[in-house]
């Protein structure tokens, strides 16, 4: 069993930057890979990005790619996204996941991942 709680969003202008984290309970956070998945008003939630549990790999959606980064620190049982450059369409309820990988796993899918924690709103005004 992991929980997992998100902190670090808040309202920022365009162009500027924010750093969500999400911390992990429980002994096996190593074990699992870890994604960030968002989801605006009206809309399905998508992947952001997700890291292996060794964090040698990394993977983020065409949308974010140059902008958002997710690392992990597995000594602090934590993952991070680092976003940068904001847009107002980065606007939504972001959501960390923690799943356990296998070797075709979908790290895209949010079924690749069975717990979430309760979401982290980051709103970016024009």
């Known amino acids: 069993q992991v929980q997992l709680v998100e902190s670090g969003g808040g309202l920022v202008q365009a162009g500027g930057s924010l750093r969500l984290s999400c911390a992990a309970s429980?002994?096996?956070?190593?074990?699992?890979?870890m994604g960030w998945f968002r989801q605006a008003p009206g809309k399905e939630r998508e992947f952001v990005a997700a890291?292996?549990?060794?964090?040698?790999?990394?993977r983020v959606a065409d949308s974010v790619k140059g902008r958002f980064t997710i690392s992990r620190d597995n000594a602090k049982n934590t993952v991070y996204l680092q976003m940068n450059s904001l847009k107002a369409e980065d606007t939504a309820v972001y959501y960390c996941?923690?799943?356990?990988?296998?070797?075709?796993?979908?790290?895209?899918?949010?079924?690749?991942?069975?717990?979430w924690g309760q979401g982290t709103q980051v709103t970016v005004s024009s």
């Open positions: 890291i292996n549990w060794s964090g040698s790999n990394t």
């Open positions: 429980g002994r096996t956070f190593s074990s699992y890979a």
């Open positions: 996941a923690a799943g356990v990988a296998g070797y075709n796993s979908d790290y895209e899918s949010h079924r690749m991942y069975a717990y």
